[in-house]
């Protein structure tokens, strides 16, 4: 697991590391008028819900790098360089691609999705069917069965009717999934290269894409994640190369639609009125997450895996590893953590 926390007002003040290198800036903790015994005490918590790193950084600087227990392939112990999954994390990643492809005319997100997976990627019928366009992918809003026996599945036949596109939200991993494959008939690229040619080269990000099962999972080690949310936190620029923008990137972090607040592309909010969970259809009241900054948003994936970007304090926290929860989405120990954060940073 990894944790990673940057702070700044503002973009401009920001260090960036460089692309081909290791080295990347540090600032002492004391500097930062946190408190240190709070501190220690949760970093001392992070370890026993099997967190495997644990990193802040500070205008982008490198505060707080600690790494716990095996690497995900059990042979040698974690550290900087160790790879991990980012589960459902990667969905907001995947967003950004989409938004890229945006930006270069390769697609608009108001498009029909027949026009890059061809008409029966689903078993709607045809009317049914042309009413989804991939904004309702990246809202979860595309209206097909999330119940089915299996809701990674991407075959039509596992893409049924349930709702009409918009009018019912659902984590449905399916539709999702698919959007990979729009941007690959949209560029002609493979995944993998588009993203590497159109992001994670012009950062120093590494990582890839791999099938497991249904689903289409990015791995990356904790550095590579900071740095995908040093780029969100500076708006898409990055040292000065703008590798995006446009109103994708403002709506992203935005509320989607009106039936789950909390939710915006493909990327989860806080500070709304009202959220939604997977796996069902209950509204419930008040803050994702509430002792969190309100205009946090956050890229979440299952067994504890986060992306923080919180724009009004600069800061990015990023954490990987493992979990005992066992829900698509890290609800309680996102929670959990801020209950423990919040006294530190305050």
């Known amino acids: 697991m990894s944790f990673f926390v940057l702070f700044n007002s503002n973009a401009q003040g920001l260090y960036f590391p460089p692309n081909e290198s290791e080295e990347w800036k540090k600032q002492p903790l004391h500097e930062l008028g946190w408190d ?6 949760f970093l001392a918590w992070l370890p026993t819900q099997d967190t495997r790193a ?17 690497k995900l392939t059990g042979v040698g112990e974690m550290d900087q360089s160790s790879y991990w999954y980012w589960a459902s994390a990667g969905k907001t990643l995947t967003a950004t691609l989409v938004g890229i492809a945006e930006n270069q005319n390769l697609l608009k997100t108001s498009d029909r999705t027949q026009k890059y997976l061809g008409e029966g990627w689903t078993s709607l019928t045809s009317k049914q069917e042309r009413a989804i366009r991939l904004n309702h992918q990246l809202t979860m809003t595309t209206g097909l069965d999330d119940r ?9 036949g596992s893409l049924t009717f349930l709702a009409e596109p918009g009018k019912r939200w659902a984590y449905h991993n399916a539709p999702y999934t698919l959007l ?3 941007i690959k008939n949209a560029s002609g ?11 994670g080269e012009k950062i120093g990000m590494k990582g890839f894409w791999q099938k497991t099962g249904a689903n289409n999972v990015f791995y990356s080690n904790a550095r590579s994640m900071a740095r995908f949310g040093l780029l969100l936190l500076a708006k898409g620029n990055w040292n000065g190369e703008k590798i995006w ?20 592309y493909l990327t989860w909010l806080n500070g709304k009125s009202s959220y ?6 209950t509204i419930f009241p008040g803050m994702f997450v509430p002792n969190a900054p309100e205009d946090m948003y956050q890229a979440l994936g ?33 929670r959990d953590s801020w209950e423990r954060l919040k006294p530190v940073i305050e």
């Open 54 to 70: 644990f990193i802040i950084l500070k205008d982008g600087k490198i505060v707080v790098e600690e790494y716990w227990g095996s």
């Open 302 to 334: 299952k067994n504890g895996q986060m992306l923080m970007v919180i724009p009004s304090e600069g800061l990015v926290i990023v954490r990987m590893g493992g979990a005992g929860e066992g829900s698509q989405i890290p609800f309680l120990l996102i």
């Open 189 to 199: 690229m493979s995944f993998q290269n588009y993203f590497q040619d159109n992001l």
């Open 276 to 281: 939604m969970i997977p796996q069902s259809q």
């Open 245 to 264: 923008s446009g109103d994708f990137f403002d709506e992203l972090s935005q509320s989607s639609q009106n039936l789950n607040r909390s939710y915006g």
């Open 148 to 156: 089915v026996a299996s809701p990674d599945a991407i075959s039509p």
């Open 36 to 41: 240190g015994v709070k501190m220690a005490e």
């Open 180 to 182: 990979e494959d729009v």
